[in-house]
């Protein structure tokens, strides 16, 4: 991995908006969507979503650019991070809470994933 960009937002929609201007704003790929549900029930948003994106770092600093825009605009944003060249256990935890992988990424085609059908 190049670089792991992460950006942290309110709302899934808001998430999916983002992720969807990032990948149109630079040559990234979208490789996972977290959520936390934030503990204090007093919190004004019941769901905080990070959507994280590997690419090189000019590409991905170009994404999260662009997907800050946006995420401000809709006063939705609260913070983002980008990490060039990350070690490879981090890697690893850039999927850990990935809201897809135990139940969406199965019902996918391999080649969906990048992996041949067997």
Do not use: Q, W
């Not at 040559?27 to 919190?43: C, E, L, S, T, Y």
């Not at 662009?66 to 490879?88: F, L, N, Q, T």
């Amino acid at each position: 991995m190049k670089a792991l960009g992460m950006i942290e937002v309110y709302s899934f929609t808001t998430a999916v908006k983002v992720a969807d201007v990032a990948a149109k704003a630079a040559d990234v790929k979208i490789i996972a969507f977290d959520r936390n549900r934030p503990f204090n029930p007093g919190f004004p948003v019941p769901l905080i979503m990070e959507v994280k994106m590997e690419g090189e770092v000019a590409a991905v600093e170009a994404a999260l650019d662009a997907a800050v825009a946006y995420a401000k605009s809709k006063d939705r944003y609260i913070v983002h991070h980008i990490i060039p060249r990350p070690a490879e256990t981090v890697e690893k935890m850039a999927y850990l809470l990935d809201i897809n992988r135990d139940k969406y990424n199965k019902k996918l085609p391999k080649s969906f994933l990048g992996k041949e059908e067997e």
